[in-house]
């Protein structure tokens, strides 16, 4: 039996035909990146591939002065007679799973991946594939999301009962991902502020040309207590930072898969949390690997002994590979 058409190194997923890296954890020269989170997009590369829509957001992220290609979905590059494509995952702006083939077999690197539609990224589109390179950060039965649409009316409820007590909202989101999507989904319910980091990530994808649509303004020193009354923040984190001296009164909540487990807002501080993830959730997942027709699943980050061992109970030829990608924290 020959090399696998992708192998699993020490520096990360890799080509050696095309002598290509997928989502390369150490320096390579040559790197494809499935999205500008900071675990599947690291520093050190000598060439950057990736969606257009990621370019601005790894420049702000990795430095300007990055090589970088830019392809768009569907877009085919071939390298030393591998053929590589980029297919929306829906995990972020921007966010594509790999396609590779190579003498007729065909191999897809998920990246991390959410089947539910966000309205603001690109939706996932399952590509067919003989081998199907999967995370599995929430691949336990327990993670069910909801509906987009109802999470999105529970937030501005929250939003609005803490106005009602001239309470500022504090909402814990990731910079890049969640902050956009509570951003771009919310009612104008009053004025938002957003945190350095998240408008950092703001202006990036806005450089692509992707609008947010509700307007808000950057923290800043200048701001009072009053300016916030009744307002949403949207920050990475609730706690330890010096400009929450500046809020008066408010109450915090974050957004995350793990608010599906119990005990998860105590644990945390939080006076409320909502189970919102950009990840697939259980039955993403199974239905994503359902859709490929892959034989052959590899599970990477989270869960991915559990969900290896369901998927061989379903007849599939599932195992697990290490990485250093994180999933949700």
Not at 47 to 76: C, D, F
Not at 284 to 293: H, M, R, S, V
């Amino acid at each position: 039996m020959g090399k696998s058409l992708l192998q699993f190194t020490k520096k990360g997923i890799y080509c050696s035909q095309a002598k290509v890296y997928i989502d390369p954890w150490r320096p390579v020269d040559k790197a494809i990146v499935t999205h500008a989170h900071a675990d599947h997009s690291r520093k050190g590369m000598k060439h950057y591939l990736t969606h257009h829509y990621s370019i601005p957001i790894m420049k702000a992220r990795l430095g300007k002065n990055i090589v970088t290609q830019g392809l768009h979905y569907g877009e085919e590059i071939t390298i030393n007679e591998v053929k590589f494509s980029l297919h929306p995952a829906g995990h972020v702006v921007g966010s594509a799973q790999v396609r590779v083939e190579y003498n007729g077999e065909v191999w897809v690197v998920s990246g991390d991946y959410k089947t539910q539609d966000d309205g603001l990224s690109t939706p996932f589109e399952p590509v067919k594939c003989h081998t199907f390179i999967t995370e599995c950060t929430f691949g336990l039965p327990v993670f069910l999301w909801q509906p987009q649409h109802h999470v999105i009316s529970s937030i501005e409820e929250w939003w609005q009962n803490n106005q009602s007590q001239n309470r500022c909202s504090l909402i814990s989101a990731y910079s890049l991902g969640k902050a956009q999507r509570i951003l771009y989904n919310l009612a104008p319910l009053g004025p938002i502020y957003v945190h350095s980091s998240v408008d950092q990530m703001n202006k990036a994808i806005e450089e692509s040309g992707i609008r947010l649509k509700n307007k808000y303004q950057p923290i800043t020193k200048h701001l009072s207590k009053a300016d916030f009354e009744k307002a949403l923040i949207i920050s990475p984190g609730t706690t330890g930072d010096n400009w929450t001296k500046l809020l008066g009164k408010f109450n915090t909540a974050a957004c995350s898969g793990w608010m599906q487990l119990r005990g998860m807002k105590r644990r945390q501080n939080l006076d409320t949390g909502f189970v919102l993830s950009d990840h697939a959730d259980w039955q993403g997942l199974n239905q994503a690997i359902k859709c490929t027709t892959a034989e052959n699943i590899i599970c990477t980050h989270g869960y991915s002994d559990i969900f290896s061992a369901w998927l061989r109970e379903q007849g599939l030829n599932a195992h697990t590979e290490q990485t250093l990608f994180q999933g949700e924290e």
